[in-house]
T-cell receptor, first 112, second 114 residues
Framework: AQSVSQHNHHVILSEAASLELGCNYS??????LFWYVQYPGQHLQLLLK??????LVKGIKGFEAEFIKSKFSFNLRKPSVQWSDTAEYFC??????????FGTGTRLQVFP | EPEVTQTPSHQVTQMGQEVILRCVPI?????FYWYRQILGQKVEFLVS????????KSEIFDDQFSVERPDGSNFTLKIRSTKLEDSAMYFC????????????FGPGTRLTVT
């Protein structure tokens, strides 16, 4: 069965610090990978997605993620976070079924 | 940019009552989904719907749940007899192409069952 693990449940950073959020998935076949962000009181928004091609994917708001197939990972990165990046971040995977499997989410707090 | 909309934003109901959550997907999308997020837990898939029928459902989506596209624009989730554990945020999503476009989630309906 497909599953997604996000090991960082709560991350606290100061502005300008670098960010890396871990995401590992378990699925043996071809996958599509996603990162979503949920700002306080708002709905899920797609940050970036990987279907195929260049494993380094650039998304909105300066975020990027790298797909490492050998490690079953799709970590999210940002070189310099801002206070406005405070949100919950969800990794998700879609394999051979018509549904997204989400991780448990990582709550990011950025302090000025 | 087109958006998925959901109504109501917050629904409070008593245990055993029926609720209908409404969604208006993006107009040219063909695939529709419901997900839910219990407070503090991860987002979970409930059901997908295409061509006026359910294409996939999770084990959560039991006989108490049903979905319908009553007209050309709305997509509804009905819970026949609500339970306390149905309290959650319910998200509708729509996509244009199977599995390829997952960016469009609605703002959610917070369902509180008392």
């Amino acid at each position: 069965a497909q599953s997604v693990s996000q090991h960082n449940h709560h991350v606290i950073l100061s502005e300008a610090a670098s960010l890396e959020l871990g995401c590992n998935y378990s699925y043996g076949g071809t996958v599509n990978l996603f990162w979503y962000v949920q700002y306080p009181g708002q709905h899920l928004q797609l940050l970036l997605k990987y279907f195929s091609g260049d494993p380094l994917v650039k998304g909105i708001k300066g975020f990027e993620a790298e797909f490492i197939k050998s490690k079953f990972s799709f970590n999210l990165r940002k070189p310099s976070v801002q206070w406005s990046d405070t949100a919950e971040y969800f990794c998700a995977v879609n394999g051979n079924t018509d549904k997204l499997i989400f991780g448990t989410g990582t709550r990011l707090q950025v302090f000025p | 940019e087109p958006e998925v909309t959901q109504t109501p934003s917050h629904q409070v109901t008593q245990m055993g009552q029926e609720v209908i959550l409404r969604c208006v997907p993006i107009s040219n999308h063909l695939y529709f989904y419901w997900y839910r997020q219990i407070l503090g837990q991860k987002v979970e898939f409930l059901v997908s719907f295409y061509n006026n029928e359910i294409s996939e459902k999770s084990e959560i989506f039991d006989d108490q749940f049903s979905v319908e596209r009553p007209d050309g624009s709305n997509f509804t989730l009905k819970i026949r007899s609500t339970k306390l554990e149905d309290s959650a945020m319910y998200f509708c999503a729509s996509s244009e192409a199977l599995r390829r476009d997952r960016g469009y989630f609605g703002p959610g309906t917070r369902l509180t069952v008392t």
